[in-house]
Antibody
Framework: EEQVVESGGGLVKPGGSLRLSCAAS????????MNWVRQAPGKGLEWVGR??????????DYAAPVKDRFSISRDDSKNTLFLQMDSLKTEDTALYYC???????????WGKGTAVTVSS | DVVMTQSPLSLPVTLGQPASISCRSS???????????LNWFQQRPGHSPRRLIY???NRDSGVPDRFSGSGSGTDFTLKISRVEAEDVGVYYC??????????FGPGTKVDIK
């Protein structure tokens, strides 16, 4: 069974940084295209970014609100996905989910999310 | 960016009765590869989202057959043939044709009358 578990969330001041991790199991992580999706408190879902597998070029795409501040990376040797978040803003406060491919024939795995609060 | 809209945003339903949610995109979701990347997700209260439908009408494994998706171009519909108590939650459509970014609709909250 595909599983992903996010970690690394917490309280950070505006302008600060945080690094989220997503540990994957139950599937061949190196072949997977992975996403970060966030959900602000009481709000809807917002796609943050995606990283393709190295075999597919390893391309990384970001949503406009986070581009140039957030960075997605992966360590296939450790089956782990990362989200480096810099220059954090109060509007980045959200539950951050890691997911597998949102468009594939296999239903994407979602973790329980890790909460990020940006506040002074 | 493609803007996704949903209606209604709130849908009180009677147990055992059908329900229907509409999703519209600001441009056609037909991809250059001929596929239409329109997904439906369910998020039950206190839970992570779960995909129900991919490419307009394909049900994910384990999804009850009372859920069905239809549509084309810019207009799409999620139908629940007979609502059960476990169907309470928020339903989101999401397009994956024109990226980045993938975009979600605002969500439709389904609850029991």
């Amino acid at each position: 069974e595909e599983q992903v578990v996010e970690s690394g969330g917490g309280l950070v001041k505006p302008g600060g940084s945080l690094r989220l991790s997503c540990a994957a199991s139950g599937f061949t992580f190196s072949n997977a295209w992975m996403n970060w999706v966030r959900q602000a408190p009481g709000k809807g879902l917002e796609w943050v970014g995606r990283i393709k597998s190295k075999a597919s070029g390893g391309t990384i795409d970001y949503a406009a609100p986070v581009k140039d501040r957030f960075s997605i990376s992966r360590d296939d040797s450790k089956n782990t996905l990362f989200l480096q978040m810099d220059s954090l803003k109060t509007e980045d406060t959200a539950l951050y989910y890691c997911t597998t491919d949102l468009l594939g024939k296999i239903a994407p795995a979602w973790g329980k999310g890790t909460a990020v609060t940006v506040s002074s | 960016d493609v803007v996704m809209t949903q209606s209604p945003l709130s849908l009180p339903v009677t147990l055992g009765q059908p329900a229907s949610i509409s999703c519209r995109s600001s441009q056609s979701l037909v991809s250059s590869d001929g596929n239409t990347y329109l997904n439906w997700f369910q998020q039950r209260p206190g839970h992570s989202p779960r995909r129900l439908i991919y490419k307009v009408s394909n049900r994910d494994s384990g999804v009850p057959d009372r859920f069905s998706g239809s549509g084309s171009g810019t207009d799409f519909t999620l139908k629940i043939s007979r609502v059960e108590a476990e169907d309470v939650g928020v339903y989101y459509c999401m397009q994956g044709t024109h990226w980045p970014p993938f975009t979600f609709g605002p969500g439709t909250k389904v609850d029991i009358k």
